[in-house]
């Protein structure tokens, strides 16, 4: 959530950002609400300091045996204008915040302002250009090698649902296996085990709320949301707290399966694992100082490229434009891996700084020095990584032409296999 006097002072370029992000906010609600808001508390504290006066002067006519009724009276009227201005006070702050909680975070200074994802910038690729002719897709190979059942995840759940089998499924373990104790052992993380399911609030907290409600999955009756990544849960672990400096960046690293109805996604590729509406990931949230975030940003993306490379598949690295960043976030680089089957780049992770966005949302706070007056944590996140599509590169690059997959190297102590074949 954007500062309210920060909206004030630059209503023009906040304006400006809500366009180049796509977005629609009512804006320029906020200078009338906040002189509005701002007249009440001054009318409010003129009130509450005649009333401190006059109930002094009510005091002393008491000591004085004196008459003092005339004045008591006078003085209800105005405890009753306190209330009705308190009353009307907060129905313009709440007014207030439901703008806010629709203008998105700025865009850094190094965001280009574009429209869609065509406008992206490309900072960099590596590994060898994949040159391979390959004939059949991740969904051809893993159903004549029986390890990914599409079908069967469609018949009992619906489509974008899969059910991983035999050797698929300890590969997928072994994926993410791998990838938790790369950050564990080579990063620096805490791991965290989180809740699957969020309430209302920690929705709210990292911004997934209110503006993109119809892309969760809700049980309205315990009013708790399935959680779209784990940065929801990991990001709230910290909802309301105030943070030790000395222990900043603090860095957390968890897996757990994301669900999205992907509500917003009629009409885009939809098969296999290419967009499924559950999926699993190990995701990374750093907090913090303000004046460290950008530097954290770099080593945050190096640490989701290094998953990459140990898996030695080729990618390469955008910085997102404006159009294409998402609300929260203040600057994201995707890291998008070649399917050669797809004849296409697959984005398997984004690497955002929301600078002050969520922790103002969340109220998470640190203060710089001892006696220093708290500021709100940047808060960092990046997936280490979505597994389905590093599935699809993986099988399409891995398998031979007789149909055998090699895992990856750095996957075969966790799989305790080389191979898997159609006669496993």
């Known amino acids: 959530m954007l500062d309210l006097k920060f909206i004030r002072d630059n209503i023009d370029a906040v304006r400006l950002n809500i366009k180049n992000k796509n977005e629609s906010a009512d804006v320029d609600q906020i200078p009338q609400?906040?002189?509005?808001?701002?007249?009440?508390?001054?009318?409010?504290?003129?009130?509450?300091?005649?009333?401190?006066?006059?109930?002094?002067?009510?005091?002393?006519?008491?000591?004085?045996?004196?008459?003092?009724?005339?004045?008591?009276?006078?003085?209800?009227?105005?405890?009753?204008?306190?209330?009705?201005?308190?009353?009307?006070?907060?129905?313009?702050?709440?007014?207030?915040?439901?703008?806010?909680?629709?203008?998105?975070?700025?865009?850094?200074?190094?965001?280009?302002?574009?429209?869609?994802?065509?406008?992206?910038?490309?900072?960099?690729?590596?590994?060898?250009?994949?040159?391979?002719?390959?004939?059949?897709?991740?969904?051809?190979?893993?159903?004549?090698?029986?390890?990914i059942d599409f079908e069967r995840g469609a018949k009992v759940s619906g489509s974008g649902f899969a059910f991983y089998r035999g050797k698929g499924a300890k590969l997928e373990r072994a994926l993410i296996n791998f990838m938790l104790d790369y950050h564990l052992d080579n990063h620096g993380y805490t791991e965290l085990m989180s809740p699957y399911l969020v309430n209302e609030k920690s929705m709210y907290g990292t911004g997934q709320l209110p503006k993109m409600a119809e892309d969760m999955y809700h049980a309205q009756e315990d009013n708790v949301y399935l959680i779209p990544t784990a940065e929801v849960p990991i990001t709230n672990y910290h909802y309301d707290e105030m943070l030790p400096n000395e222990k900043l960046p603090i860095k957390y690293c968890g897996f757990s399966p994301c669900w999205r109805r992907e509500a917003g996604s009629y009409g885009k590729e939809v098969r296999g694992f290419l967009r499924v509406h559950q999926f699993n990931k190990v995701e990374m949230v750093n907090f913090s100082r303000p004046d460290k975030s950008w530097e954290q940003l770099e080593i945050l993306l190096s640490e989701a490229e290094d998953i990459v490379k140990a898996l030695k598949l080729h990618y390469r690295v955008l910085r997102l434009c404006s159009g294409d960043t998402s609300f929260a976030s203040s600057m994201t680089y995707d890291i998008e891996v070649w399917s050669p089957g797809e004849k296409n780049w697959l984005e398997v992770s984004s690497c955002s700084n929301f600078t002050d966005f969520q922790g103002r949302r969340a109220n998470i706070r640190f203060r710089p020095e001892p006696n220093a007056k708290p500021e709100f944590i940047h808060t960092l996140n990046g997936s280490g990584l979505a597994t389905s599509r590093i599935m699809v590169a993986m099988l399409e690059q891995y398998t031979d032409s007789d149909n055998c997959f090699h895992v990856p190297e750095a996957l075969r102590k966790y799989t305790g296999f080389e191979t898997i074949s159609k006669n496993d």
Not at 63 to 85: H, T
């Open 33 to 147: 609400l906040d002189e509005k808001r701002r007249s009440i508390i001054q009318e409010v504290e003129k009130l509450k300091n005649l009333r401190n006066v006059v109930s002094k002067e009510i005091a002393q006519l008491k000591k004085d045996g004196q008459n003092a009724d005339d004045k008591i009276a006078s003085m209800k009227d105005v405890s009753d204008n306190i209330k009705r201005l308190d009353d009307e006070l907060r129905i313009t702050e709440e007014q207030i915040y439901q703008v806010q909680l629709y203008i998105p975070n700025m865009t850094g200074p190094d965001v280009v302002a574009g429209k869609s994802a065509a406008d992206n910038q490309i900072i960099r690729s590596w590994g060898d250009e994949y040159k391979k002719e390959v004939e059949r897709n991740h969904i051809d190979i893993a159903t004549d090698l029986a390890i």
